[in-house]
Every structure is written in structure tokens, then in C-alpha cells.
């Protein structure tokens, strides 16, 4: 007879994989993020060595981290699994990934598996449904995660660091080195303060304010909600120029900017265009526009998608830059926020046994869920693409 306690303590590495057939333990596949401008990763080291403790096995493929400055070592001494294949590490009961998987990807996931990753509702196409369809996959989309008082947790923590890099990226290109304007963001005694102005008043807005008032500038916040334009006033904390949005008003605040700030975020699938064309010939030559709503559409006329590797153009003598992933230029930050966000939600998935029992007894892990066992179950995705959907409630009650 076979002693199966013996080894135990000598390959310590490999404990996890002694308590899979635990049943409250889950397989977790972390794969590398192969979108050009996606550096961020969805754990951490320090995330992993949590999960292992707690019974789960975590598969990471090689390199996934080393953007955000994660060696395969760091996921190694973990106690994680690292992997020299895409698909060993879509092979999991629980996948994690920031950008949505290509149709390639999906193929290697295991059928009725569970993926967690962002959906960039304007990137998809009908492939990408129909691919998890086939595959029988849950799906969910992270930045459409509630916590429990309603928030949007991921949303939440990217907006947080994109309003304040995104002054950080204004100061830089404002400054002579790229043929800006020659401003330091902020002001000096005896010199007038930069003048800023950030057309939207949610988390973006507050983050992007927070900073430009630290930093000495003058700021102006544009948006049609007055609870918005109130809420950001008081957790500023003083007294700040807002305005609704009209044309006159806006189009001379953007005449004396430094700075604008395109922060309002899609309500209905799609921003409007607030900032016209003519508005941005009116700015002054050399100013900067930042449009940080650029992967819903963008909320200024002259906004064209840029990269990190070519973030900038100029047009109307005005500085654009338009990257739509501005919380990857802080790549170890966001993966350290996104880490603290999903390891909780992991540990609660592995108590209950996995992603069904989650969407079964969490609303706010449900409003996630876009596909369901072969089911598209989001109603805007279906009209996008002229799709039938089923509503997600009615699948559980059927199963239960």
C-alpha cells in the first residue's frame, strides 16, 4: 500500500496541487496579456502566496507579470504554479485577464469555465460572443462589478489612478521639452496659475482636481449633473468654478485652458461629443487636450485613438493625447489595485464552491455576467449586435 503522506514538506511547491481535490479549492489560471499597450496583471505575488495558503492552485504562464515588474520568480516563491504556455494557463477553472480574450484564447479555455476579465464594450464583435457561447462559458465583466453599497469597484480604482496620472501626463507636455507651451502645471509666485479645465465631475474629475490643486492651478469642472458638480466641490473641499454644460460658457472657459481634461464617462454604451471641432480651434496654440474617455468614444470631437507608443498628435496647433489605457503608464499600481480588489471575491469563489454559487448568492457579482452556459444574458450586447439574449435571473431559477 502506497504511503500518500510521505514526500509531504519536501516539495513544498507543490502542496497546492495535493489539495485540489479539496472542494472548496479552485483552480485559477493567470495568463500573460498579449494587447500591445496592456501592461498590468490581475495578482500579485503577494496575491497568490494568499490564495496558495488558502487551498487554491494558481497557474501562471511565464512573463505574465514582468510589465508590472513581477518576475516568474516573485509568482514562483509564491507558491504559484508558472507555466511556459498560453494554454496551460487558460486550462483553469477560473480565468483572470484585463483585456477580454481573443477568439484564439477562448478555444484553449476549458468548457463551463468562468472568465473574469474587462469586456471594452466597444472593441467587441459578434466572434467573441459566439466563441464563449461554444465554450459554454461564464462570463464577467469586471468594470460592470457593483461592491455591496452599489459602487463600481474596478471602474472605481482605475479612474483613481488615471485622474491623477492623467495631470502628470499634462505637466510633462506642457513643458518645452515637447514643444508645449512652456508652462509649469501650477503657478509661482507672481505668475498666474496654469488654468485647467475638466469637462466631467465623476471619479476621473475628483482625481485629476485633487492634483491640479495641489500642484497651484486654477480649475474649472463642466458637467449637466448638478449632484455631481455638488458632490465634487465638497469632497474637494473648497470653493471651485463648476458650470453645466453650454456651449458659450464651455467654448470660453476652453479659450483661456492650459488644460483640458475630457473625463465624462459613457451612460448609454457611448459618450457625446461635448467639445466640438470649432471649440478646439478656438484653444490656444501649444495647450494640451487629454481625453480620458477616449475607449468609450471620447467626449471631444478631435479625439482619435492614440498608443502608449505614439500617444500624442496635433491638430488646430493643439497637443492630443488620446491613450485609452493611461492606468497601464503605472502598470505595478493598477495590478497592486486590481490584486486587492479580486483576491477577496477569489477566496469567496472558492467557499462557495465556484462561480455559479457566487452569481447564485451575490447580485452584485451577477451584474457582471454577460454570458451564461451558452447564453448571452447582456441586454445591450444583444441589440449591438442583433442578438437574442435570455435574462440571467430566469436561467438560475430554471437550474434551481
Sequence with gaps: MVDLTEGIGIYPKEAPAKVKTSKNSLVIGLPKETAAQEKRVVLTPEAVALLVNNGQQVVIETNAG??????????????????????????????????????EEIEYMKAGSCLISALQLGKQHPDFIHGLNRKRITAVAFEHLEDKVGGMPVVRAMSEIAGSTVMLIAAEYLSSVHEGKGLILGGITGVPPTEVVIVGAGTVAEYAARTALGLGASIKVFDNHIYKLRRIKQLLGQQVYTSTIDNYTLGQALKEADVVIGALRAEKGKNKIVVSEEMVSGMMEGSIIIDVSIDQGGCIETAEMTSHENPTYVKHGVIHYCVPNIASRVARTASAALSNIFTPILLQMADLRGAEEMIFNYKWFMKGVYTYRGSLTNAYLARKFSMTHKELQLLLAARY
Aim: proline residues 5%; charged residues 30%; aromatic residues 10%.
Design 66 to 103: 514582468l510589465h508590472a515588474k513581477f518576475s516568474d520568480k516573485d509568482y514562483s516563491d509564491a507558491g504559484g504554479k508558472v507555466v511556459y504556455s498560453a494554454k496551460e494557463a487558460f486550462d483553469a477553472e477560473v480565468v483572470l485577464k484585463v483585456e477580454p480574450p481573443t477568439t
